[in-house]
């Protein structure tokens, strides 16, 4: 039973172009959603994230989108770069005092240069 | 600034065998989290902590234990090691104030059973 979906599992796009990372949640719960990064042999960063009462939040190169009624979201990356290329994972919180996150399976982005 | 860090980083154990892994933050955050991470999967709740003696599971709690007998510390313990063990293990903390990026984690420890 996955609450939070990524159903791309990787995603290849060239320097400069746009990316776009889809996320969908069954959970009605969840109230705030995260993007995290993960490069190999580190350890989960953090992206950005979106509250369920917005629907767009943007930091720098960095969008998230958010789409209660569809219980989807998008992250866009643009210009893409090298750099970029890592593993995302969604997340989601139901709220309450313990935040216990639930993860995607994440997606594997390749920029190529 | 160390943030969380988790010992040790690689580990092989034989089926039975028992083992610690060691989770420290030095931020004084009330919570803490162990996750574990399969290949191809994404992390899944083991146990978690919202401050020193008091602990829960999560969603894979089977085969482990914990403890917080600190704020700054909080091990993760392996009884009985089997083959579905093997995992990446990411300890994560946090203040009492929740915001996305205030969450941080370790930088994993990768442990094999064989």
């Known amino acids: 039973d996955q609450q939070v979906k990524q159903n791309s599992p990787s995603l290849s796009v060239q320097e400069g172009r746009i990316s776009i990372l889809n996320c969908d949640y069954t959970?009605?719960?969840?109230?705030?959603f995260l993007w995290y990064k993960k490069y190999p042999a580190e350890g989960p960063t953090f992206l950005i994230s979106?509250?369920?009462?917005?629907d767009k939040n943007e930091d720098g190169r960095f969008t998230v989108f958010l789409n209660k009624s569809a219980k989807h979201l998008s992250l866009h990356i643009v210009p893409s770069q090298p750099g970029d290329s890592a593993v995302y994972f969604c997340?989601?919180?139901?709220?309450?005092?313990?935040?216990?996150?639930?993860f995607g399976k994440g997606t594997l982005l390749t920029v190529n240069p | 600034n160390a943030g969380v860090t988790q010992t040790p980083k690689f580990r092989i154990l034989k089926i039975g065998q028992s083992m610690t892994l060691q989770c420290t933050q030095d931020?004084?955050?009330?919570?803490m989290y162990w996750y574990r991470q399969d290949p191809g999967m994404g992390l899944k709740l083991i146990y978690y902590?919202?401050?020193?003696?008091?602990?829960d599971k999560g969603e894979v709690p089977n085969g482990y234990n914990v403890s917080r007998s600190t704020t700054e510390d909080f091990p993760l313990r392996l009884e009985l090691a089997a083959p579905s063990q093997t995992s990446v293990y990411f300890c994560?903390?946090?203040?009492?104030?929740?915001?996305?990026?205030?969450?941080?984690f370790g930088e994993g420890s990768w442990l094999t059973v064989v």
């Open positions: 994560a903390s946090r203040p009492y104030t929740f915001s996305g990026n205030t969450i941080y």
């Open positions: 959970n009605s719960m969840f109230d705030y």
């Open positions: 979106i509250s369920s009462i917005k």
């Open positions: 997340a989601a919180d139901s709220g309450g005092s313990n935040y216990k996150l639930t």
């Open positions: 931020m004084n955050h009330n919570y």
């Open positions: 902590s919202v401050g020193a003696g008091i602990t």
